[in-house]
T-cell receptor
């Protein structure tokens, strides 16, 4: 089944403790991206990647890092999480012109 | 910068009614437009994808239209059902990454 898999689905962590949210797709898509979703603000892009080793900032990149060493994987790294990064996170992938497929989401709480 | 607006923000209708959700975008230079459905706290499910060269797409009771020159799209839902209750999101793909509207929250009352 063609899908985007995110892990974990739920995560509660403390301020300052580094964490990684993994994202993997099995559709050989070139394009991958991360979004966060907050009430009243909608979906905002954090980072995106056009291909392996090519990443760029989205609208809200502060406090996040990404890497794209393999085509299928695009992890999101929070080096020093803060409470304002509490949010619902989505990973997505696409092939140009063929629409986006989204993961099931990761609900992160930073206390 | 591309901006996407969805009207109304919320809509409540009785079961069986036909309804239209609206989406407008400011930059007509898009590759495609995609409609998604999101249930509370869940992921995004793709409903319809319209390429910039197309005028409409249909899937079951759903029909989406695109007027690129005027920057508008509509999602038509026929014979609505309580199971259609969800938030519907419109997103456009252009030279910039996918840009979303804030969605229309639909409630279909039995």
């Amino acid at each position: 089944e063609a899908q985007v898999t995110q892990n974990p689905r739920y995560l509660i962590t403390v301020t300052g403790k580094k964490l990684t949210v993994t994202c993997s797709q099995n559709m050989n898509h070139e394009y991958m991206s991360w979004y966060r979703q907050d009430p009243g603000l909608g979906l905002r892009q954090i980072y995106y990647s056009m291909n392996v080793e090519v990443t760029d900032k989205g609208d809200v990149p502060e406090g996040y890092k990404v890497s794209r060493k393999e085509k299928r994987n695009f992890p999101l790294i929070l080096e020093s999480p803060s409470p304002n990064q509490t949010s619902l996170y989505f990973c997505a992938s696409s092939q140009q012109g063929y629409g986006y497929t989204f993961g099931s989401g990761t609900r992160l709480t930073v206390v | 910068k591309q901006e996407v607006t969805q009207i109304p923000a919320a809509l409540s209708v009785p079961e069986g009614e036909n309804l239209v959700l609206n989406c407008s975008f400011t930059d007509s230079a898009i590759y495609n437009l995609q409609w998604f459905r999101q249930d509370p706290g869940k992921g995004l499910t793709s409903l319809l994808l319209i390429q910039s060269s197309q005028r409409e797409q249909t899937s079951g009771r759903l029909n989406a239209s695109l007027d690129k020159s005027s920057g508008r799209s509509t999602l038509y839902i026929a014979a609505s059902q309580p199971g259609d209750s969800a938030t519907y999101l419109c997103a456009v793909q252009g030279n910039t990454p996918l840009v979303f509207g804030k969605g229309t929250r639909l409630s279909v009352i039995a």
